[in-house]
T-cell receptor, first 111, second 114 residues
C-alpha cells in the first residue's frame, strides 16, 4: 500500500516562477520527511528535509512547509531555473530508517 | 571522493539467468539499501542491511537475494524467479538505520531482458 501520495504527477513552470509539489501521508509514526531530486540516468540526491517538530524549513530557493495536523508537506521552489528541471520525490521515514517514496513529480522549467 | 559506486551501468539478462548487481560504498556507512524504480511508481525497497552479515526483506523482495559479507559491499542478485526484472536499480547507504539519517544513492544499474 502506498504510504505517501504525491501530486501533481508533472508540472511546467516558467523561469522565475514558483513550483509547488504536495505530499500527504497516513501513518503518524513517520518522523523524518526528506525531498529528493533526480536527474535522468542518475540516482536521487537529498535536496532538503524536515522533522515534524518544525513547520517550515528553507534552504536557498527551496522551502518545505509541514502541516502535522493535516499530515501534509510540500516543497516550494522559488525563482525556478531551467537547471531545476528534474523529477522530485517526497519521502517519509519511520524510526527504523525505512524510506517510503512518493511516485514523483516531473518538473519542467521553460526559459 | 566518497560515494556509492554501482556497476554495471547497463545489464542485460537472458531468460532463466541470474544476474548480480554490484554496490560498493566508501562512506563507512553501516546501513545499505536496494531499491527498484519503475516509471511512475517512485522507488520501492527490495532489501536492506543494517550491519554486516544481517539483512531484511523490504516491500518487494520476492525474486531477489542479497549478501552483506563486508561493510562496504551489498550485492543484489536478480534471480530467474523475478518474472519482471526490467527496471532501474538503485543502491543507497546511510550512516545508521536511525530514521533521520539521510540516504545517499548511487547512479543506478538499468537492467533489461534480452
Amino acid at each position: 500500500q502506498q504510504q505517501v501520495k504525491q501530486s501533481p504527477q508533472s508540472l511546467i513552470v516558467q523561469k522565475g516562477g514558483i513550483s509547488i509539489i504536495n505530499c500527504a501521508y497516513e501513518n503518524t509514526a513517520f518522523d523524518y520527511f526528506p525531498w529528493y531530486q533526480q536527474f535522468p540516468g542518475k540516482g536521487p540526491a537529498l535536496l532538503i528535509a524536515i522533522r515534524p517538530d518544525v513547520s517550515e524549513k528553507k534552504e536557498g530557493r527551496f522551502t518545505i512547509s509541514f502541516n502535522k495536523s493535516a499530515k501534509q508537506f510540500s516543497l516550494h521552489i522559488m525563482d525556478s531555473q531551467p537547471g531545476d528541471s528534474a523529477t522530485y520525490f517526497c519521502a517519509v521515514t519511520d524510526s527504523w530508517g525505512k524510506l517510503q517514496f512518493g511516485a514523483g513529480t516531473q518538473v519542467v522549467v521553460t526559459p | 571522493d566518497g560515494g556509492i559506486t554501482q556497476s554495471p551501468k547497463y545489464l542485460f539478462r537472458k531468460e532463466g539467468q541470474n544476474v548480480t548487481l554490484s554496490c560498493e560504498q566508501n562512506l563507512n556507512h553501516d546501513a545499505m539499501y536496494w531499491y527498484r524504480q519503475d516509471p511512475g511508481q517512485g522507488l520501492r525497497l527490495i532489501y536492506y542491511s543494517q550491519i554486516v552479515n544481517d539483512f531484511q526483506k523490504g516491500d518487494i523482495a520476492e525474486g531477489y537475494s542479497v549478501s552483506r559479507e563486508k561493510k562496504e559491499s551489498f550485492p543484489l542478485t536478480v534471480t530467474s524467479a523475478q518474472k519482471n526484472p526490467t527496471a532501474f536499480y538503485l543502491c543507497a547507504s546511510s550512516m545508521s538505520r536511525v530514521g533521520n539519517q539521510p540516504q545517499h544513492f548511487g547512479d543506478g544499474t538499468r537492467l533489461s531482458i534480452l
